[in-house]
Structure formats: structure tokens, C-alpha cells
């Protein structure tokens, strides 16, 4: 399962700077698969092919988010999410649209940092 920001986002950006996977942007800025990955290219589930670099637009234009794709729920670095430990209201949560068991959150680790 992916971690997801709530609307109850103060937007400190407490978590942003915790993630090991670089999930975590500021509402408005765009992301990129290779941030803080080493992934140069991703096939999307439709056999796209997109640059890892390609600026990607933002999911919330309001509060911090979280990119589904490149959580691992700290899985393969941390004990527990870390975004949800340091913030301040708890709207770091499970997304419950976005369930992946432990083995696939591991899969999902390597493949976002396998050089
Ligand atoms: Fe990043 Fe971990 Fe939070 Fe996922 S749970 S967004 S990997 S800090």
C-alpha cells in the first residue's frame, strides 16, 4: 500500500525531505520518475514509453502528495513510512486505492534504485 497526503495538509513540509524515494513533491511542482531513483525510462501500464527526467505534472495543485509509483512505504530502508512519523497532523496515510502487499513494495524498491 502506498502512503497518500490528505487534505488536512498544513503543507510544512516536514515529510518531503524523509523520503527515501523522492515520493514526496510540493503542491503545484512537477515530478520525475528519476528523481531520486535510478530509473532513465518507464514503461506506463498503457506501453508507453516516458524518459525518466520528463517532467511530470503535479497530482495537487493545494498540498504536498505523494507519487504512488515510486512509495514503497519505506520498505527496503525504514521500519515505517517516514513521512507519516514526522508529520505533525498524521495526514501521511494508507492508501487504500493503492494496496501492494510486502514482497511487491520490495520488488518495487529494487526497481526504482537498481543501477
Ligand atoms: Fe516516501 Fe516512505 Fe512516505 Fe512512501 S512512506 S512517501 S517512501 S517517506
Redesign the pocket.
Given at each position: 500500500m502506498?502512503?497518500y497526503i490528505t487534505d488536512e495538509c498544513i503543507n510544512c513540509g516536514a515529510?518531503e525531505p524523509?523520503?527515501?524515494?523522492t515520493?514526496?513533491y510540493e503542491g503545484g511542482a512537477t515530478w520525475a520518475w528519476s528523481d531520486g531513483t535510478e530509473l532513465t525510462s518507464v514503461e506506463l501500464e498503457d506501453g508507453t514509453e516516458v524518459p525518466g527526467d520528463e517532467p511530470q505534472e503535479p497530482f495537487s495543485e493545494e498540498f504536498f502528495y505523494?507519487v504512488s509509483g515510486?512509495?514503497?512505504?519505506?520498505v527496503g530502508?525504514?521500519e515505517e513510512?517516514?513521512?507519516?512519523a514526522v508529520c505533525p497532523v498524521d495526514c501521511?496515510v494508507p492508501d487504500p486505492d493503492y494496496v501492494e502487499e510486502q514482497d511487491e513494495l520490495a520488488q518495487k524498491q529494487e526497481w526504482l534504485h537498481a543501477s
Amino acid at each position: 500500500m502506498a502512503i497518500y497526503i490528505t487534505d488536512e495538509c498544513i503543507n510544512c513540509g516536514a515529510c518531503e525531505p524523509e523520503c527515501p524515494n523522492t515520493a514526496i513533491y510540493e503542491g503545484g511542482a512537477t515530478w520525475a520518475w528519476s528523481d531520486g531513483t535510478e530509473l532513465t525510462s518507464v514503461e506506463l501500464e498503457d506501453g508507453t514509453e516516458v524518459p525518466g527526467d520528463e517532467p511530470q505534472e503535479p497530482f495537487s495543485e493545494e498540498f504536498f502528495y505523494i507519487v504512488s509509483g515510486k512509495c514503497t512505504e519505506c520498505v527496503g530502508f525504514h521500519e515505517e513510512p517516514q513521512c507519516a512519523a514526522v508529520c505533525p497532523v498524521d495526514c501521511c496515510v494508507p492508501d487504500p486505492d493503492y494496496v501492494e502487499e510486502q514482497d511487491e513494495l520490495a520488488q518495487k524498491q529494487e526497481w526504482l534504485h537498481a543501477s
